[in-house]
């Protein structure tokens, strides 16, 4: 089955810089990365995704990139707000009717004012 | 609308109970997953129903079974529970994808947070 690693567990950055979150994936039929935002007490929210097709995807602040030969994806937020602080998850899942999604262990992201 | 919904919120159970968790999917959406939460982990996929149907498991014992009712909601059991059982369980619902749409996106409920005592 589908193995997704993600680092860092951890990560502090000052407010109005960069973060950037990096997962890999095992299996090669995995073409769907969505990434999730779980603030705390909260449920996941999706704030960004990208297909196998695509290398890159970027909205506002946030952008990913894939690389679908080395297995990897990464997240990255620029400009860091303090509402950026949560807990994110990358996954992995195959495009097509059986959505068995994997997730990664999750990153909590804290943006100091 | 309001997305999907999730009951209760909270439950506290002891160890050997059966528990019934509930999910109503977003409107529109015909297809409902459930996951699984430890403190401080990502969430683990337990299983997906679709037309009333198990159609992929995740690695759960027998213990945990599921159902899917006519209007698309869903309910998750949990039989004998252990301590282990205690996380946040996650409804995810999204749209089969042969009716179109983006069918990958999927919409989390609020969860319920089940402790075994």
């Known amino acids: 089955g589908e193995n997704v690693e993600q680092h860092p567990s951890t990560l502090s950055v000052q407010e109005g810089d960069s973060a950037v979150i990096k997962c890999t994936y095992s299996?090669?039929?995995?073409?769907?990365f969505p990434w999730y935002k779980q603030e705390l007490g909260k449920r996941p929210q999706l704030i960004i995704d990208?297909?196998?097709?695509?290398g890159e995807k970027k909205d506002q602040r946030i952008a990913v990139t894939l690389n679908k030969t080395a297995k990897h994806f990464s997240l990255h937020i620029t400009e860091t707000q303090p509402e950026d602080s949560a807990v994110y998850f990358c996954?992995?899942?195959?495009?097509?009717?059986?959505?068995?999604?994997?997730f990664g262990t999750g990153t909590k992201l804290q943006v100091i004012p | 609308d309001a997305g999907v919904t999730q009951s209760p919120t909270h439950l506290i159970k002891t160890r050997g109970q059966q528990v019934t968790l509930r999910c109503s999917p977003k409107?529109?959406?015909?297809?409902v997953s459930w996951y699984q939460q430890a403190l401080g982990q990502g969430p683990q996929f337990i299983f997906q129903?679709?037309?009333?149907?198990?159609?992929q498991r995740g690695n759960f014992p027998d213990r945990f079974s599921g159902h899917q009712f006519p209007n698309y909601s869903s309910e998750l059991n949990v039989n004998a529970l252990l301590l282990g059982d205690s996380a946040l369980y996650l409804c995810?619902?999204?749209?089969?994808?042969?009716?179109?749409?983006?069918?990958?996106?999927?919409?989390f409920g609020p969860g319920t947070r089940l402790t075994v005592l």
């Open positions: 995810a619902s999204s749209l089969e994808p042969f009716r179109g749409g983006n069918y990958n996106e999927q919409f």
């Open positions: 990208i297909r196998s097709n695509v």
């Open positions: 299996d090669s039929a995995s073409n769907y």
């Open positions: 409107s529109g959406h015909d297809t």
């Open positions: 129903y679709y037309e009333e149907e198990e159609r």
């Open positions: 996954a992995a899942m195959p495009e097509g009717g059986y959505q068995k999604v994997t």
